[in-house]
């Protein structure tokens, strides 16, 4: 049928601004609430950016269901073909601490309508690796033969206990033809340019853009919006952050200015956007949900036991972000 | 009916020495091997242990599903009945990242047959939590409310990124009617000395045993049995250790010892389960394994990605044992 | 001369409690107090106490000069050997970055009329270490072959990057012919255990004392007093802990209860060692200076950037070793 | 005397490639080798760099007395002021636990000829900080207050136990007449960007280069060279690069390429930079030694007791800097 073909067509993963979006729930219970799920995609579709990535840590995946998460990519998946974005990839993330139940969620994710599997290392029996990076190596590899979708690595050493893939590690299996990318949230930008320059096949890019570069054979993404520059100018292909569910102009626009050559003025919104981002790193899932509340009208709370900000922090992870709403409402 | 009845009988909570006990998996298929895990059970059950625990860090809780947990803590229940042990306590592991799905795991312990929850902090969101404390305090409070079991605080730092719940909390928590008992596997003994304190509501046991801590009103469990002796002699009642899956005479008789003022000889026997446990403590769940395959020709491997050891490997492990297996079978 | 002898007599190490006395300052010029740490040397010595120790983590040994550090020890081993306390041993720690300087400590304490050195191993760039144990391994080798006095082992994970000796490496490292104890303040006691049990040439004592550990080969001490009897059940050999500074009586009665075979007083005692013990580990060097000020009128503050508590927090400390302090003042 | 002046012109803090020098030791008595630390100075400045810096921990700092300290950086100074490099500034590691010792070290690198002090926060006490962010506050002002020369604030978790500064207290002490500067070794460089964006008065330079970022009011350096054009591309006004003691050139040649405008040639010399690195970082003084040894026939070991290479171990890390030193020698 065409909504097969909606949800399983080819959605090739382009440089740009991704946006790990949040999962919404009812107020009273907790629920998934699929109706803002679905508004906060189009808005973020809308606002320009390349891609969408479910079940993150900024959409809570470890506070969902096997059929919660599938219903919050579906939710995601048709929204976004309902509003003219068919073509826009979604990522979806399927770290878990066994290569079965990483590869069922690959398996539930491409089911879902997602395109790209993001995936944790397994780090709960992390001292039993012998050694880790083996045991790292083999782990990927296992779950990438098997997954129905291409894999994405994703880096977050404070997300598993200090766990931290090396270049070595991220550029041996940058070789395995069903592991496509890496998703550098250690903010490591010297590992990202090796990363880069080691899996990169044409020339490097230059500040005045690239077309060269739209098909990268490995994508390497910055995992948060205060190092996008910091990223490109080493040949990174963009960000997939969190900061991105308050302002996806801002993150678009820094990129663009960047690939046209307007180094100052890329900057100067780098200087803007990485303030915000200061406010969303110190607050996470909490302070983001609390920030959108208060600027843009929804956002609710997380699920608990996660605290719900009382009426001085939620003023104060609004304030956080005043500047960087005020920059995104100009765009 | 009886086998209702059975399933979920009034089993007090008592001193004594609990086994969390190994997940076994079919070899080629690494599906669940529950002819093993009924053979274990009753293996231990034999052996003279007070109780048991499933899907703690040796039951891999973190590589089944819902399904599987339930599976397991059935398999054991059954095994336990059908071999005239319906009356040991069966401790289940439903630690999770929500308050949500903590909540329903300790559903479905109950309904698996479970008669108590061992309950980890969640910790993904630590660095969010408002403060630490405040948010534990009332994720395990929401959690005593709603749980058809009683609850057992398992303290342990290294699984949850250091987080590590003081005195203080666990003191706090102890006066929840339905939070019955804490597992302290950080090793901290001072912290047991203070908790057994303020959580007694008789006078202090001796060396020579006490009846009237026949029932403590809040159970304070070592998580290691190298420390045995060290909880006992301030008060504690009793250990739920790994090490219990390759000796559980040994520790059974390392209690019994203590308790009848045969200090000397508690200590002599303390000493190679000491020495035993160093090389629990260093294997984790893949060296328990191969000490078990190696001595007891049952256990096979934790499901992947846990490596699985090599002949010298498995052999280093094995010799790790011999001094403890020899004592075990003399008892 | 005679005072050289008093200096340099021999000093065995026996069990018991050793103190790592605070070093205290003037109040204006952060100067050294001799004064007061000569009274405060004294005071101990008259509550009963095995020995002390200057420059530990309560001595704020790196907060010292060389010539400090030998002002503190000779201070204190003339303060003794003036009250008739000539034959308590001194410890002093002498842990450092580099062999060299750890070997010149060692010379230096000896100067000042130290008997024996406690030191940590160097963790600065542990991640160079090849591998740690080792590097630590030959540190403490050479460290032990040059040093005029004898080594005691400092293991003190959060003193050194969390940088942790295993029982395997201790056990080797007691070989040495001037290697003669270990300070355990990991709080491990199964490592305790094991390191008991590997060095214990004799047979194990039992609760009701035992002459033949009198002069043990290779002294194991608690590092802090809230795991005493944690110790002592697994024939460790005493402790070396900064609580002793408040409530050195305490301490050694709780240690003497147990050795006389009363477990349940010395268990009752415990308890309430390790409760004021929760204040002394929360407060550290801060919190127990302010205890001292503010039950036996002297202690001052610790130096430069360490805090000085404002009124609420002197309070709260002082509030925190009330209990403590009156079952000290009624021994 | 001219020699005085010499010692004590005016050497203003610019942007540029700034070096923490090695500190040599001859081979069999491990002294300072003053005549190998005069000629690596001079090699480095005839490369080109913009200043050195001793005492970092490139320097081993924490392996040498304060005599020796001063040693080293008068050796230092002497060799440039000789060879015609009066004018290049040299900064001085001088961190320490107590704000008295540090302020004594700040006092006696001007006495040696040091022009700027690099100061880490103490952090053996950290977890008594009242708050960490206060009690850093207080301890860098007092020492700034007092130290004849400016200070460099030293942000580098990994050696302070995990203590991170964050954009915000960098910004607060900035304000400082006498805190000048900052060196980022925690590769953050979305918080860099934030402390240039707080920290500038002027406008943001372009790529191409911008003169009035010739005396910025506060200097901002990345502390690893592999993030380079990371911190250039946010306004970062150089390095302060260990690896700069094997290929000061390139990193020189790194960042000009870049102010003139010339990004893809940057990029790729950084491609080879941070390759190099990766070897630098793995290695640390250890590796960094054993390359100058294997390339340029100097460098000897590392104080004990740091471990030294092996002939395999000194192959693999003289081959992990070809690439680069092959580049190098093109310069």
Redesign the interface.
Known sequence: SSETSDFHMNRPLVPGVYVPTMCFFEEGT?DVDTETIARHAVRLARAGVTGLATQG?NGEA??L?HAERQLVTVTTRKALNESGYAHMPIIVGCGS?????TIQLCREAWEAGGDYALVLP?S??A????PAS???T??FT?VADASPIPIIIYNFPG?V?GLDLS??VIVQLSRHPNIVGVKLTC?????L??V??ATRKS?????GGNSSQNHPDFLVLAG?A??T???????GHGILAGLANIAPKACVRTMQLYSEGK??EA??M??VV??G??TA?Q?????VKSGLQGWMGYGGH??????RPNAE?ANKWKEGFRELVMLEKSL
Do not use: C, M
């Not at 601490?97 to 139940?101: D, L, M, P, V, W």
């Not at 607050?283 to 302070?287: L, Q």
């Open positions: 907790e840590s470890v506070h269901t601490q066994s290569t079965r139940e397994p709960y029996y001292p039993l690796f012998a083996e045991t790292v083999s782990f296992a997300a206990g270049s070595d903010g490591n930008t010297g590992k340019a090796r880069v320059a020339s490097p890019s230059t500040a948060s205060d190092f520059l910091q990223s490109l100018v080493v040949g180094v100052a900057q100067a780098q200087e990485a303030q981002d200061w790193i607050g996470g899932v909490v302070g997380a699920r608990s036991p996660l605290p922090q």
